[in-house]
């Protein structure tokens, strides 16, 4: 017993020296303009202790010797090395940029990725980057560079981007802001419209392709997409910004911070204005973005930060596809859009978009010692408005002023509704709302086991409420709209602002956790995790039930959903670096495979809904010396009884048709190389080559379509047997050149082909209440191969003194040479371009903006 109480007394000893030995150090990481650089490495030299920066750039750090050296980095910066020799606040370290660099990012409460540790596939794109490349795009696509992505604007309004991730859409893409995930609770779509000032406050983009290495209980099919934004500006100072473009395009906005005072309070706001008249006809626009984050260093174990930020908007748009050939016939080209008209000789947008999507959190960072961490983030959304459209007799809204290529004559239709007097009127303009309150907790909580192993556990809730119905906007010059849909309101003499057609809530509830387990030493990283979600869904129909009728709201449905994934990374030397990952898991149907028909009846809840299953593996090689650095990966994601919502064109009805279809299985698998290439200090190359094989094998009968109204329009058929995954190019390359004439004077160009690019899947139409038998029905051998297309870009950066205000323009001009060509497309039913529905992509556009510092 005497030699065990030595033995102790010795650990403790020990121990205590170790601990007393340790040395406490702090700072902040800026780049070469002040701003903080979340997720920067800080590492103490010649050893594996390190940290990342949060959020406002910040890091504590208890180094293992009293004096000694520090290295800090950061993708697309040079690193550089600190010397230390007493414990305490080091101040602001800056990086300067080097876009050769593939430095490491650390994975932080954000799940940002480390280079040449985290075995995924990872591209980063900074601040500075999305100045250069964003200008009046879509924020999607200053991501088109990257291998796997195809993003476009769709049908081209303002916000109404999109972004395909090797071949997966959003719904199967997580997408993050600060770590907190934004995709609809109910079917896990972005709408980019509700994100369109993200590009002025975003710091750090990171693309993570694959299985990804979230930090949360959120299955990433295709990849995830993390966004940090700005947060307090470590520096008392501001900008304003200016620019101008092409159709009307103007922008203006300002930002203010105090910088950290000496209560340890800093705030940062933003505010911005943006409109335009928009490239395709009928599609002006209007909008703001804001953002604002105070924090608050309470002591040097905590630290509080609140950021609010959205965008309200209103623009118009281009919902429906046409034929090639009307394209080619209409007068305004590929700017032409049914979906506008006039009246009064005033624009009115039939089909448009409104919403303002406020994001709130709260986030707490607790150093609880200096092994154990937890991060916390308390947050919650809500969102309002919808999308424009008509209702009664639509054939009203195929009248033109003058061809088919004209607008739309509203007058004609405010003459017949006011003709009808007390009938009411036969059509008017409606908006289908989409609104949500959603609010959620999410924690994560890191410890350092011993020098190798890391733990770290987190969990994940959400409450979300959907609201979804449809409101009149415009009675057209009638007195009242005469509406039947809710039978506790028959005979609805609907005036604007009335509900219409349908008004029923979706709750969800999501409750997900994840332990994780980390193993790191000089050459080989390893980590397992695993997850466990519950999706709870949750019914409420006002118009198709009466409120004493107890099916009115519908029992909690619960599906379970699990995942496990881990891979390993191993580095040869300085230079060389593999990787491997390999992950299961298994998603919870999204909430309109559950309630399939628009009602509460149990017959068409669909209560056994199968659980989405994914099966994915992921082999990497990394190559990084003094001049050139480059990534090879190689992917195989098998997906089974993946479930689809189809949005159609129903062109003898003129509506939209949506069909959900459950049960399809596909194959993605894919070949992606990246590289960065600096031959001279000045000059910075860059370039990826993405072939993929994408391929559906499902067979699928007997499905029932419904209109916007969320009525049946009977049944269809889907012949998806062998054919191409549609929506993305399966082929895509890229080159780029970054050119420095002087410090702060620079020129970019970049190259972009997309090939093997097919036309979303067919789905055939039936007029019959009864499907076609199976044995009828023709099997598609494969959809419409689009034509590959190829554009260019560029933009030129001058930096001057205006005074003492350093002062930069930018000019940005997206595809130069105006190349005409097809980004999106709906196979025909022949399988060929003549009857395809298609979007051709914008021509040249160009933007011309000023930042002034002060």
């Known amino acids: 017993m005497k030699h065990i109480k030595n033995f102790l007394l010795v650990a403790v000893f020990f121990v205590s020296a170790t601990v007393l030995a340790q040395t406490k150090l702090s700072g902040t990481i800026l780049d070469e303009t002040g701003e903080p650089l979340p997720g920067a490495s800080v590492v103490e030299k010649g050893t594996t202790n390190g940290t990342a920066t949060d959020f406002d750039g910040k890091f504590m750090l208890n180094a293992k010797s009293g004096s000694g050296t520090l290295v800090v980095s950061f993708v697309g910066y040079l690193n550089k090395e600190v010397v230390y020799t007493t414990a305490g606040d080091l101040g602001t370290i800056q990086l300067q940029e080097d876009g050769q660099v593939l430095d490491e990012i650390v994975v932080t409460a954000t799940s940002l990725a480390i280079d040449r540790k985290t075995p995924v596939a990872v591209s980063t794109v900074k601040a500075s980057d999305i100045e250069r490349k964003l200008g009046n795009q879509e924020f999607p696509e200053i991501l088109k560079s990257t291998p796997g992505v195809y993003a476009t604007k769709s049908g081209g309004g303002f916000g109404d981007g999109r972004i395909n991730l090797r071949g997966f859409n959003s719904e199967n893409v997580a997408v993050m802001i600060n770590g907190v995930p934004v995709n609809d609770m109910e079917n896990g779509r972005v709408y980019w419209s509700n994100w369109a000032g993200l590009g ?8 993570q392709r694959g299985l990804g290495a979230s930090k949360v209980a959120v299955p990433s099919i295709g990849g995830t997409i993390n966004i940090v934004t700005k947060s307090t500006d470590s520096q008392k100072g501001g900008s304003i910004i200016a620019s101008t473009g092409n159709d009307g395009y103007q922008k203006y906005g300002f930002t203010l911070s105090t910088g950290k005072m000496d209560n340890g309070f800093a705030s940062t706001v933003s505010v911005a204005k943006v409109s335009g008249d928009g490239f395709v006809d009928g599609t002006e626009f209007d909008g703001w973005n804001y953002f604002l984050n105070i924090s608050k260093e309470i002591n040097d174990s905590h630290t509080l930060s609140l950021t609010t930020f959205g965008a309200p908007q209103r623009h118009g748009q281009r919902q429906n596809r046409s034929s090639i050939q009307t394209y080619r016939e209409a007068e305004s080209g590929i700017r032409f859009n049914p ?22 959190s709260l986030n707490h960072y607790w150093n609880i010692d200096e092994r154990s961490s937890l991060s916390t983030a308390a947050y919650f959304s809500i969102g309002r408005g919808g999308g424009g459209g008509t209702a009664g007799n639509s054939d009203l809204f195929n009248v033109r002023l003058g061809g088919f290529d004209q607008p739309v004559d509203i007058d004609n239709i405010v003459a017949i509704n006011r003709e009808r007097g007390a009938e009411g009127a036969e059509s008017v303009l409606r908006a289908s ?18 020098d190798n192993f890391d733990f770290l556990a987190g969990i994940d809730y959400r409450h979300y409420e959907g609201l979804h119905y449809q409101e009149v906007t415009d009675l057209l010059g009638g007195d009242y709209f005469l509406d039947n849909n809710d039978v506790n309101n028959p005979n ?134 003094e001049k050139f650095s480059a990534n090879f990966n190689a992917y195989y ?44 200090p000045e000059l910075n190359i860059t370039g990826m080559a993405s072939v993929g094989d994408w391929t559906w094998n499902t067979r699928i009968e007997n499905l029932e379509a419904f209109n916007q109204q969320q009525q049946s329009l009977g049944f269809i058929n889907a012949i998806i047997d062998d054919v ?59 959809a419409w191969k689009m034509p590959n297309y190829h554009t260019f870009d560029a933009s030129l950066r001058h930096g001057f003194k205006i005074g003492d205000f350093d002062t930069t323009l930018t000019l940005r001009v997206n595809n130069i040479f105006d190349t005409e060509y097809i980004s999106d497309a709906v196979n025909g039913s022949d399988n060929n371009a003549a009857s395809a529905q298609v979007w051709y992509g914008a021509g040249r556009t160009f933007s ?6 002060f």
Do not use: C
């Open 637 to 680: 994601t098998k997906w089974d009884d993946r479930s689809e919502s189809v949005q159609l064109y129903d062109q003898e009805n003129d509506e939209q048709v949506f069909v959900n279809v459950p049960g399809v299985n596909a194959l993605h698998m894919g070949l992606e190389f990246d590289f960065v290439w600096k031959p001279l």
């Open 724 to 782: 191409k995954v549609g929506d993305a190019a399966q082929t895509t390359l890229a080159l780029g050149m970054l050119y420095k004439f002087w410090e702060k004077t620079s020129i970019t160009v970049d190259y972009n082909y997309f090939g093997d690019l097919y036309a979303d899947f067919e789905v055939s139409s039936n007029d019959s209440e009864d499907p076609i038998p199976v044995e009828d029905i023709p099997v598609a051998s494969s």
């Open 200 to 207: 002025d406050v975003t710091s750090t983009t990171q693309v």
């Open 339 to 360: 979906d506008w008209g006039l009246r009064g000789g005033k624009v009115v947008h039939i089909e448009d978009n409104f919403y303002h999507k406020n994001q709130t």
């Open 848 to 853: 011309l903006g000023a930042k002034i510092k």
């Open 433 to 450: 709302k989409n609104e949500h309150n959603w609010y959620g907790v999410l924690s994560t909580f890191k410890t350092e086991i011993n």
């Open 492 to 625: 609805n003499a609907a005036k604007v602002g009335d509900v219409i057609a349908y008004n029923n809530d979706g709750i969800v509830d999501w409750l997900g956790g994840f332990i994780q387990v980390e193993y790191s030493n000089d050459n080989f990283n390893a980590f397992i995790s695993s997850s466990l979600s519950n999706t709870s869904y949750q019914r409420i129909d006002y118009f198709n039930y009466l409120d004493s009728d107890p099916n009115q709201t519908t029992d909690v449905y619960d599906f379970i959903g699990f995942g496990t994934k881990g891979g390993v990374n191993y580095r040869f030397d300085e230079v060389h670096n593999v990787f491997a990952n390999v992950g299961y898991f298994e998603r919870a149907p999204f909430f309109r495979n559950v309630f399939t028909a628009f009602d509460n009846e149990i017959e068409n809840i669909n209560t056994d809904a199968e659980n989405e299953k994914v099966t994915s593996f992921e082999l990497g090689y990394g190559l990084r010396s």
